[in-house]
């Protein structure tokens, strides 16, 4: 059974800093990344991050989030810095496993004040 759990979120002031980690279990995960969901708005991809280290990022973080993992313990984490108001959302751990199955986690609220 595939199982994420998230910790970090919280509460932060523009300009500050924010980690998110992931922990999976219950399958080997090609790709691991994140999503957020803002109120009213359609989920959408933060960063993805292939068991190879190859990522993507939404070019609304670009520069500002940076995003590992670590394919032994099976987790992966979400540095998040110079966040802005714009940034606040529910944030959702992803993974995709070598079957292309699909897994989420159960969100961790992430809110940015001005």
Do not use: H
Not at 2 to 24: I, K, M, P, T, Y
Not at 71 to 97: G, H, I, R
Request: aromatic share 8%.
């Amino acid at each position: 059974q595939v199982q994420l759990v998230e910790s970090g979120g919280g509460l932060v002031q523009a300009g500050g800093s924010l980690r998110l980690s992931c922990a999976a279990s219950g399958s080997i995960f090609s790709v691991m990344g994140w999503y957020r969901q803002a109120p009213g708005k359609q989920r959408e991809l933060v960063t993805t991050i292939s068991r190879g280290a190859r990522t993507n990022y939404a070019d609304s973080v670009k520069g500002r989030f940076t995003i590992s993992r670590d394919n032994a313990k099976n987790t992966v984490a979400l540095q998040m810095n110079s966040l802005k108001p714009e940034d606040t959302a529910v944030y959702y751990c992803y993974a995709q496993d070598v079957l292309k199955y699909d897994s989420w986690g159960q969100g961790t609220q992430v809110t940015v004040s001005s």
